[in-house]
């Protein structure tokens, strides 16, 4: 088994160079299926996640080349199959993205249900809703999910709820269906954007991606012929600002998109740290304990469910007690557990959780529990008094290239052992 030992405290300085976004390449991936020519694309994240949705592609007939660790050629003129392998679908949420890709393509698919980190029920009922408005008719049996099409006809579908999976499925399959779609109550999140970029530099014509409503004029074929380059991970950015903050550092993250960063610069600010904004290059630094202050994660732009738990880290460490309200998952408190094995002191209850804000953390075995508590921990494992050891990799793997490299460059005491 594999752990992560660090040992701490250490204040983090230097430069980190952010990777692509997970979320964005996640997405980008599947969409290639609606290709009917051969595209690259540049600046994947080096991840698990990324490995297992080329594996899919691959099992579906697409050829892939990789040009080196971040850039891949991917031709996916002659799609062989639509039953997607269920072991590799199951191991990750974005899988449910092949279903729209499929729909719009081949006007069939054969998928398992989505895997992914355990936040809390994952539902997929505004996926679905989508694609039936679209004309597909879409069964879920035995872990399985089945969808047929004829030809999908483009309409208005208004989203119940903002969900960034759903807005980008819908999108994926409306490209290539007859006439317009009109997706109300859109999510905004940057990778939504990246993906309408990605399919309009391929030939489709989507307008209005970033807002809450979006248009996709569906068009005959997708030609490909065409480089792409995924946008700067927002979450990773925001993980070493958060981190910067933990450690009383001073860190400059280059290849960011500064824009996409705002809701949590305002939080540090606001907490007493400080932020430099160039644009695509962002410094933070803090040189006290943080201030309390409270946090609601919402939709983008509101301040990220996928940097509460970083955010939980710095607020632990603060002068008096702060509160956070996740709005978005239910179960995304577990690292709290985690945490207060380290000497934290916080009391979550249902959404909400209350951080007692504590001098000094101290190094404790720890598990991550999922993608983000992961990153979470090993800021936290940093920040704290001597050895932490953090278990359960394999969720960090899923999201963050080499997540102990870019720490130890700037700084932190941090291995990876093989224990028996
Ligand atoms: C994406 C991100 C994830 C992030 C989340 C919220 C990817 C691959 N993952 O997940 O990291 O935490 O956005 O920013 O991009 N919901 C429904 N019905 C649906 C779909 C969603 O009720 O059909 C609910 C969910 O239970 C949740 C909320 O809507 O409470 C938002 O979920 P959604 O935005 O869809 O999250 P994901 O796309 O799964």
Known sequence: MEKLVVTG??????????????????????ATLLIDGVCTIENL??????EISCTILEKLGAKITWNDKHCITIDTRNITTTKAPLDLTSKFRASYYIIGSMLGRKGEIEVGMPGGCKLGARPIDQHIKGFEA????V???KGKIYGKAKKLKGTSIYMDIVSVGATINVMLAAVLAKG???????AKEPHIVDVANFLNTMGADIRGAGTDVIKINGVEKL??????SVVPDQIEAGTFMLAAVATRGDLTLKNCITKHLESITAKIIEVGGNVEDYGDSIRVWCNKRPNKANIKTLPYPGFPTDLQPQMGVVLSLANGTSVINESIWESRFQYTDELNKMGAKITAQGKTAFFEGVKKLYGAPVYSTDLRAGAALVIAGTAAQGETDIYNLQHIDRGYEDI???FRKIGANIKRVTEE
């Open 404 to 406: 102990e490299g870019k």
């Open 139 to 141: 069964t879920v049996e």
């Open 180 to 186: 317009t779609t009109t997706i109300d109550n859109a």
């Open 223 to 228: 030609h490909g012929n065409a480089t792409y």
């Open 45 to 50: 994240p080096h991840i698990s996640d990324i």
């Open 9 to 30: 405290p250490t204040q983090l300085k230097g430069e980190v160079t952010i990777s692509g976004a997970k979320n964005a390449a996640v997405a980008l991936l599947p």
């Open 134 to 137: 679209l004309g597909a008719t």
